[in-house]
C-alpha cells in the first residue's frame, strides 16, 4: 500500500515536473555583452516571460508577470497584446546574441506561433527589448516592426520593382506593336543608332571519311542589320503576312549594375504568321534615360534550337554581352 | 427567348458600337454573316453552329461577349465568368475555323491543348468540334484554376469530359489586345460608376505602437501589402484615418479603406499614347473593387513629399494595373487637393520569368 502510494506521489510529481518542462523556455544570450550581471538578468527575465506565455497557452487566463521583470505600462501594453496576440513559443532553448538598441539591449528571432492567426501567418519572430538595467521595456512581433518600417519608408526595392513593371508594360505594348502591324510605333521605339542582331540557322556540309558520305550539321550565324535595314525588312515582312501573332514568355528583367536606367529583357518568343512559324530567344536592352519615351538600343534574336538540341544557355545574349559607355 | 436570326431575315436589327467590341469579337461576327446590329437577344442561332450561340451586353447596348451558350448566367455567376466565357468563345472561333482547316493551327499558336475524353483535338474520337457541340447537353461539373502560367479547366456532361490546358493570359482570356483592354479601362474610369460602401470590418493581428496592424497578403515585396493599420473603439477595430498618423492614413486611404475626396490627375499610359483626365480617388477603388485585390506601398521622398504604390491584381487573368501617386504629407489632408499620378494598366504577369533578378 505504502509503495503504490509512493509510486502515485512520484507518477504525480514525475508529470507535474514534466508540464512544467513543457512551458518552460531558457532564453540563453551568447555575444553581444560582458557585463556577466546583467547578462544574466536579462536571459532570466527573458526566460520567465516566454516560460509564462507558454504557461498561459496550457492552463488559460492572462500571463502573470512579476513586477521585477518588468514596470507597469509595460505589462500593460504586453497584456493588451495578448488579447488579440496570444502566443506560444515552441522550442525549449534559445541561443541568441544580444543587441545594442537605442535605450538599451534587444533579443530578437524568438520563435512564436500565433494562436489566432491563420496556418500561413502563425509561425513569426518576436523581439524583445529591454532597459538598460535588464528590464523588459517593449514586446513586439518581428514581421510588423518590418513591415511597418517598409510601410513607412519603403525602401529602394519597391521603386525598382516599379520600373520593372513599367519595362513588362512597355515589352507588352511592343509585342502588340508587332501583332497590330504598327510600324510608326516600332519606328519610335528603337533608338536611330540601335543595334539589331539576328541568328539564323545554316546548314553546313560535312566530310565523313569513315562513311565517305557527306554528313550536314546545323550552325548559327549571326547577321547585323541598322534600324532602317530591320523596319525595311519587317514592313515587308507585315505586307505579305495576313496576321502577326506573336506570343512573349519566360520574361526576367535585369537592371545594369552601373547605369540605373539601362536594364536587360530576356524572353521567349513565338512567332506565327500566315506564312511562317518559329520559336526563339530575343534580347533587349533598354534605355530609361528618358522616362516617358524608354527606347530599344539593342534587339537579338537567336533560335531555340538548332542540331535538334536547346541553344546553350551560355550561348544567349545577356546585359553583359554588351559594354556600354555612356 | 430564342429567336432565329439568318441572313434571311432582316427583321431583327442589330446595332453594334464599334469602339466597344474586340477585333477578335468583329471577326466572329464578320465569320457568322451577321450584320452590324444592336442585339436585342441574348441567345440566337446560326445556321452552320450545331450548338446556339450566347450574346451578352452591357446596359449601355455595348457588346461584351459572344460565344456558344453552355453555361448559363447561374454557372458563371458561381465559376469564373472570364473563364467560361473564354471557353465559350473559344470554342465558337473554332467552329469557325474548322470550316477552314485552322482549328488545330490555332490552337497550335495559342498553346491550347482541348481533350475530349481524354483524346486531344485531332485525333480519332475527336476531329470535329461543331459535331461534339451539336451533342452537348447541360454541364454538371465545371472546375478551373492557373498556378500563375497554366490554366487548366475540367467539365463534365452525362459520361463525358472536356478538359482545356491554356496560358493564364490576360490578352488570351479576355479576346482583347493591349490597346482594346486599355481603352476599355480608360472609358470605365471615365464613365459612371456606383459609389462604394465602406463596410468591410477587420481583425487585428498585432499591436504596433499605439496602433493595430491587420492581417494581410503582399505582393512580391513584403513592402508592397494590403495591410490596415487600425485603431482600436470600444470593441471594433476601424481604419486609422487623423492626421496624427498621416503615413498610416495614406496607407490605408490607397489600399480603399478609407473614403477620400482626393482627385488624381491621372497620365494614363495606354497603348501608345498618354491620356490625361482628372478623377477622384474613389472612383478608381469603385472600378476596380469587384474584380481586383489592391497592394499598396507608401514612401516618403524626402521634404514631405509622399510617393504611392497601388497595385490592383486581378487573379483571374492574371495582370494588373499599377498607379503611382505622388502627394505631400500636408496636402493630403487639405480639401480640393489633386494629387499627380500615372497608371499602366494592363500589366501581364504570366509570362515573367523573374522580375527581381540583381
Known amino acids: 500500500m505504502r509503495k503504490k502510494g509512493l509510486l502515485l506521489i512520484a507518477t504525480m510529481l514525475l508529470s507535474m515536473t514534466a508540464h512544467a518542462q513543457l512551458d518552460l523556455v531558457t532564453v540563453e544570450i551568447t555575444d553581444g555583452i560582458s557585463d556577466t550581471t546583467l547578462k544574466e538578468t536579462i536571459e532570466s527575465n527573458a526566460t520567465i516571460l516566454i516560460s509564462e506565455f507558454n504557461r498561459t497557452i496550457m492552463e488559460g487566463g492572462k500571463p502573470k508577470l512579476p513586477k521585477s521583470i518588468c514596470s507597469k505600462e509595460t505589462t500593460e501594453d504586453i497584456l493588451k497584446m495578448w488579447?488579440?496576440?496570444p502566443m506560444s513559443c515552441p522550442v525549449s532553448s534559445i541561443k541568441e546574441k544580444l543587441l545594442s538598441s537605442p535605450g538599451g539591449y534587444q533579443i530578437r528571432n524568438i520563435p512564436i506561433t500565433l494562436m489566432n492567426a491563420p496556418d500561413d501567418k502563425a509561425d513569426q519572430d518576436l523581439v524583445i527589448n529591454f532597459t538598460n538595467t535588464g528590464e523588459i521595456d517593449n514586446v513586439m512581433i518581428a514581421i510588423d516592426e518590418n513591415r511597418y518600417l517598409d510601410v513607412i519608408s519603403a525602401n529602394i526595392s519597391v521603386n525598382d520593382l516599379s520600373r520593372r513593371q513599367i519595362i513588362v508594360d512597355f515589352v507588352e505594348n511592343f509585342r502588340t506593336a508587332y501583332n497590330r502591324k504598327d510600324i510608326n510605333f516600332l519606328n519610335s521605339v528603337f533608338s536611330d543608332n540601335a543595334l539589331i542582331i539576328t541568328g539564323k540557322v545554316i546548314k553546313v556540309k560535312k566530310n565523313s571519311d569513315m562513311a565517305g558520305s557527306l554528313m550536314s550539321q546545323e550552325k548559327v550565324i549571326y547577321q547585323k542589320q541598322s534600324k532602317a535595314q530591320y523596319l525595311e525588312n519587317l514592313?515587308?515582312?507585315?505586307?505579305?503576312?495576313?496576321?502577326?501573332?506573336?506570343?512573349?514568355?519566360?520574361?526576367?528583367?535585369?537592371?545594369?549594375?552601373?547605369?540605373?536606367?539601362?536594364?536587360?529583357?530576356?524572353?521567349?518568343?513565338?512567332?506565327?504568321?500566315?506564312?511562317?512559324?518559329?520559336?526563339?530567344?530575343?534580347?533587349?536592352?533598354i534605355d530609361f534615360k528618358d522616362d516617358a519615351q524608354p527606347c530599344i538600343q539593342v534587339r537579338t534574336w537567336q533560335p531555340e534550337k538548332y542540331n535538334g538540341k536547346q541553344i546553350n544557355r551560355n550561348e544567349i545574349f545577356t546585359l553583359s554581352s554588351f559594354n556600354i559607355k555612356r | 427567348m430564342k429567336r432565329i436570326a439568318t441572313l434571311a431575315i432582316i427583321s431583327i436589327t442589330l446595332i453594334i458600337t464599334a469602339n466597344a467590341q474586340s477585333k477578335i469579337q468583329a471577326e466572329i461576327i464578320e465569320a457568322l454573316g451577321?450584320?452590324?446590329?444592336?442585339?436585342?437577344?441574348?441567345?440566337?442561332?446560326?445556321?452552320?453552329?450545331?450548338?446556339?450561340?450566347?450574346?451578352?451586353?452591357?446596359?449601355?447596348?455595348?457588346?461584351?461577349?459572344?460565344?456558344?451558350?453552355?453555361?448559363?448566367?447561374?454557372?458563371?455567376?458561381?465559376?469564373?465568368?472570364?473563364?467560361?466565357?473564354?471557353?465559350?468563345?473559344?470554342?465558337?472561333?473554332?467552329?469557325?475555323?474548322?470550316?477552314?482547316?485552322?482549328?488545330a493551327s490555332h490552337l497550335n499558336a495559342k498553346r491550347i491543348e482541348i481533350l475530349y475524353n481524354g483524346i486531344p483535338y485531332g485525333k480519332s474520337g475527336f476531329r470535329n468540334i461543331n459535331s461534339m457541340l451539336g451533342q452537348m447537353t447541360d454541364i454538371t461539373t465545371f472546375t478551373s484554376s492557373h498556378n500563375g502560367k497554366m490554366y487548366h479547366a475540367h467539365m463534365e456532361y452525362g459520361a463525358n469530359s472536356i478538359d482545356f490546358s491554356f496560358p493564364a493570359s490576360r490578352e488570351l482570356i479576355q479576346g482583347t489586345d493591349k490597346k482594346e483592354a486599355d481603352e476599355a479601362i480608360a472609358r470605365l474610369l471615365r464613365g459612371n460608376l456606383e459609389p462604394r460602401k465602406y463596410t468591410k470590418s477587420y481583425e487585428a493581428q498585432k499591436k504596433s505602437g499605439a496602433l493595430y496592424i491587420s492581417y494581410s497578403k503582399h505582393f512580391m515585396l513584403d513592402s508592397i501589402n494590403n495591410q490596415i493599420f487600425l485603431e482600436k473603439k470600444n470593441s471594433s477595430y476601424t481604419p486609422v484615418y487623423?492626421?496624427?498618423?498621416?503615413?498610416?492614413?495614406?496607407?490605408?486611404?490607397?489600399?480603399?479603406?478609407?473614403?477620400?475626396?482626393?482627385?488624381?490627375?491621372?497620365?494614363?499610359?495606354?497603348?501608345?499614347?498618354?491620356?490625361?483626365?482628372t478623377i477622384p480617388l474613389e472612383k478608381i477603388f469603385s472600378a476596380f473593387e469587384k474584380?481586383?485585390?489592391?497592394?499598396?506601398?507608401?514612401?516618403?521622398?524626402?521634404?514631405?513629399?509622399?510617393?504611392?504604390?497601388?497595385?490592383?491584381?486581378?487573379?483571374?487573368?492574371?495582370?494588373?494595373?499599377?498607379?503611382?501617386?505622388?502627394?505631400?504629407?500636408?496636402?493630403?489632408?487639405?480639401?480640393?487637393?489633386?494629387?499627380?499620378?500615372?497608371?499602366?494598366?494592363?500589366?501581364p504577369q504570366h509570362n515573367i520569368k523573374d522580375l527581381l533578378k540583381k
Not at chain 1, 242 to 257: A, C, G, M, N, Q
Not at chain 2, 317 to 344: D, P, Q, R, V
Request: charged share 25%; glycine share 4%.
Open chain 2, 242 to 277: 487623423n492626421k496624427k498618423y498621416t503615413m498610416e492614413s495614406i496607407k490605408n486611404t490607397f489600399t480603399g479603406a478609407c473614403p477620400t475626396n482626393l482627385k488624381l490627375n491621372v497620365s494614363h499610359k495606354v497603348f501608345n499614347k498618354n491620356l490625361k483626365y
Open chain 1, 235 to 285: 514592313k515587308r515582312c507585315f505586307k505579305r503576312n495576313k496576321y502577326i501573332d506573336i506570343t512573349f514568355d519566360s520574361l526576367e528583367v535585369l537592371r545594369h549594375p552601373r547605369y540605373d536606367d539601362i536594364y536587360g529583357v530576356n524572353l521567349k518568343q513565338y512567332w506565327n504568321s500566315s506564312t511562317y512559324s518559329d520559336i526563339g530567344y530575343v534580347f533587349l536592352l
Open chain 2, 291 to 347: 474584380d481586383y485585390e489592391c497592394f499598396t506601398a507608401v514612401s516618403e521622398t524626402g521634404k514631405g513629399q509622399i510617393e504611392v504604390m497601388t497595385i490592383f491584381l486581378n487573379n483571374d487573368c492574371n495582370y494588373i494595373h499599377m498607379l503611382i501617386t505622388k502627394i505631400s504629407k500636408e496636402n493630403f489632408w487639405k480639401h480640393g487637393i489633386t494629387a499627380e499620378a500615372i497608371l499602366h494598366s494592363n500589366i
Open chain 1, 83 to 85: 488579447k488579440s496576440s
Open chain 2, 34 to 103: 451577321l450584320p452590324a446590329s444592336e442585339y436585342r437577344e441574348e441567345t440566337l442561332n446560326a445556321p452552320s453552329i450545331k450548338k446556339e450561340i450566347t450574346v451578352e451586353y452591357d446596359k449601355n447596348g455595348e457588346l461584351l461577349h459572344i460565344g456558344v451558350n453552355i453555361f448559363g448566367k447561374r454557372m458563371k455567376q458561381q465559376y469564373a465568368t472570364p473563364i467560361c466565357n473564354f471557353i465559350e468563345r473559344l470554342l465558337l472561333e473554332l467552329c469557325i475555323k474548322e470550316k477552314e482547316t485552322q482549328a
